[in-house]
């Protein structure tokens, strides 16, 4: 009797704690949304810090200058290549980088009818969400979309109730191409106040392990992009 008891409790705590803390996805989602509120317009400078088990680099982006993103710290040639391929890649840019780097649309994370509460892990709620938006994998020159193989989890801070990151994770290999294989993908963003404080979230750290094989030859990649020191900018020239 005992050991039933004690089935039946883990088998209905799950079921308390998703009624409950549904509600708490809605409000921080409302409060992301709320700290948008005036900032429709407003530009941020910020460092961008890249780094991979054998390189470090730490550019600048800044849209009141030309060009935009530079290097800050030691100017190296993957510093350097890692600068150029930024300011090339604005021109086909939907958002520029810091309007990119805004949560601008919170209410995406939650899917009516299809949101669930999944469990509670590093003083977090932790809930699935549809990816609605295209992830691509880039390699061998082409583009190929990989919504259709990822999961999408959001998480919600359960001390300060706001939104604090995301994640997409591959739940099992797929094939993105006829000759290549991803083992294990997993994506974790964190988001937090673009001043610590009351302003908009932003992403501040994302990292990413991807590994696999392509063209008969295996890879693991793995890398920690985190955005800090932003700063608001009121002009930048046209």
Known sequence: MKALYSLCLLLLVPQAAHSNDIAALEAAISDAEARLE?????????????????VRVVLRYD????????????ETDAAEAAARSQNESLAGAEEPPDRDALITDPRRLLTAGETDF?????????YNFDLKEGVEMAGGGER??????????????????????????APEP????????VKEMNVRIDFAPVDGGEGPLVSVREETKVSGS???????E???TTYSGFEKVETAPE
């Open 222 to 224: 793995q890398s920690t």
């Open 174 to 181: 797929f094939k993105p191409a006829p000759v290549a294989k």
């Open 38 to 54: 005036g900032h429709e317009s407003t530009r941020f400078s910020f460092r961008k810090t890249i780094e991979q088990p054998d």
């Open 63 to 74: 849209p009141s200058q030309k060009p935009p993103w530079s290097v800050i710290g030691e």
């Open 144 to 169: 190929a979309d990989i919504t259709r193989y990822l999961n999408g989890e959001v998480f919600v801070d359960k001390k300060s109730g706001r939104l604090s990151g995301m994640r997409f994770f």
């Open 118 to 126: 999944l469990r509670e892990e590093d003083g977090a709620w932790v």
């Open 214 to 220: 392509a063209m008969f030859q295996s890879f693991s």
